[in-house]
């Protein structure tokens, strides 16, 4: 119980789990629902790779809500004090943000998670699309995933963000400013972080537009041709 006292859990919420055992059954559901999803996304990146000779995911990463983020943002939400509440209601408990290439890469790979049949789109937010008021955009999908334990299963939702470089390039550094106490000029530091946004949402569209200039004028062969020719490299293997 030691152990237990030093990480703050008599402030948790109750109904919280409140044993070092069920932390750890708690910790362990959302890490494995977090491993499976970030499996499904390289396993994507992949065949993506095979299929277009480039690898539309740079990085993947993925992080577990801490306790006292937890509890904070129920009290924001006004929710009750209670364990149950908490696992219907705090469904980034278990975030993963994934950072791709270009804008489409992030569609393409949103679509192909849609076709995923164990894995239930619970919400999502285009933000690329409807950036907010502050220029922040990201592609964000609450999913909810089964796992099978010995004995049961379990469905454990978890969120995903898609951004590209440049859209987490401006996200983090927005993120560190805006914590910044007593700042003077604030109204004008907003508006130029706003403008940043704007200006490198231009950005990313023409990065999109040279890497699709690069693939016209070196004849890249289309998806259909690219199987044909490996279902001929078949037929011609079967009749040696």
Known sequence: MEEIEKNGVNDLPEGFPKSLGQIKEMTMLYSCAMREI???????????????????????????????????????????????????????????????????????????LKKQDDLLIVREK???????PNGYRSYHLIVAIPIFLSSEKQIIPVEIQMRTIAMDFWASLEHQLKYKQEVPNQREIVEKLTECAHQIADIDQQMWQVRRQIELSEDIPTEEEILMEKLSRIDIAISE
């Not at 983020?69 to 004090?81: W, Y």
């Not at 285009?126 to 907010?132: Q, R, T």
Request: with cysteine; hydrophobic share 30%.
């Open 38 to 112: 970030c499996t499904k996304l390289e396993n994507l990146s992949q065949e993506f790779e095979l299929n277009k000779s480039r690898n539309p995911i740079q990085h993947i990463t993925h992080r577990l809500k801490k306790r006292d983020s937890i509890r904070n943002k129920m009290i924001q939400k006004k929710l009750p004090m209670e364990y149950e509440a908490m696992r219907d209601e705090i469904t980034d408990i278990g975030g993963i943000r994934v950072i791709c290439s270009y804008i489409n890469d992030i569609y393409d790979i949103v679509n192909m």
């Open 126 to 132: 285009d933000y690329i699309a409807n950036p907010k």
